[in-house]
Each structure stands twice: as structure tokens, then as C-alpha cells.
């Protein structure tokens, strides 16, 4: 068995779908985004997906079930069949133990969970200082990393420059609450396994991809022995 069954963890603004796309394109593994599964499944009217639109029609949450159903069907698939990367998923120990179970029952089982680190301050710097043309969404500037010419205006079409509220700094940290207090005892929870790789994120993306890519080459060579 040379699978590569990975999961990815890490606070927002971590860089998780930057090297997702990365380890994609590199091994051949599928992103999935249990986000934009929901939303395929909804859109096409699958039984699960009418499910969960019952659900979240009501405001609610979608059940870690309905979920772990989908997420089955998915790593199930061809393009799955030697791995894939997981991404949004599992948030908690419960949805941990639902997916372990789920992939047993494929005769399968997670080779390790890829933790992109990036302490709270510097993930606030990098959130906080966005800056979104008014005009145009996919106008995007940072006021550290990559300024406008002129301070609060667009260079492609003169816009005004905007900080969007999820980008504010008491919702950043609120977001960062949420993460701790639910992905923490993730984190304790595979590395009690042995299954935790940690990345230090605070290095660009270039040097935080190379460590993965060469920790993830080195899983497979492992699960091939
Ligand atoms: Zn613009």
C-alpha cells in the first residue's frame, strides 16, 4: 500500500490553500475541501446534499454524518484511489474518530496529518493588513507585503482601497479563539497518534512547500516499505 492519505491543519490565513495546490500538483492528490464538496452536493441535488440543505435552510449546522457520508463518497472516487489531501476537516476529535472509522470501512487509514504552524500575531499582520479595491474584489493589495502606489487607492483603476470587516483585527482574533479552542485538541489528538507533522509557516511559501513536499515524499517511500 503507497497511499497518501493526508490531512491539513492551520489557522486561517496559514497558507493551507496555497500548498494544497502545491502537494496537487506535485503528487497527484486531489484537494478536498469539505466547503466546496458541500457545496457541489447541494448544487446537484445528491441525497446528501438535499440533507444537508435541510439543515443549513434551518440555520444549522450540518451533521458530522451527513459530512463524513460525503467526504466517503468522495475519497472513494478514481482520482482518490492513492490519496488525497483533506482540508477543512475534521475541526474537532469527534469528526476525527467519525473519519478514522469512515476510512477503515474502505480498508483504509490516514498516513498523517500536516500541521501549518504560524503563531497569532504574524497571522494578524498578514490578514489585517489586506486592502480590497472597492470597484473591483480581485483588486488586492497589503499595506506591508505589497502597497498600492498611493496609500488607499487602486493602482489599476484608482478605486478606493478598503479594509473588508472579516479583515479587522478584533474579527481575525476572534476567528484565531475559534480555531485554538477547536483545533488544539485536534493537534493533541494526532500527535498522540504519531500521525502530526508540524511546518513552520511563518517562512514563505516557497521554503514551507519544500519542507512539506520532502516530508511528504519521504511518507510515501515509508508506506511502500
Ligand atoms: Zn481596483
Redesign the pocket.
Known sequence: MSELNLILLGPPGAGKGTQADRLRDDFGLPHISTGDILRAQVAEGTELGLQAKRYMDAGELVPDEVIVGMITERVAEGDARDGFLLDGFPRNDQQADALSAALKGLERRLTAALLIDVPDDELVRRLAGRRV????PS?IYHVDFDPPKHEGV??????R?IQRDDDREETIRRRLEVYHSQTEPLIGYYDAAGLLRRFDGRRNADEVHAHIRATVATLRLEETL
Open positions: 479595491c472597492v470597484k473591483n483588486h487602486c493602482d489599476q483603476d484608482g478605486a482601497l
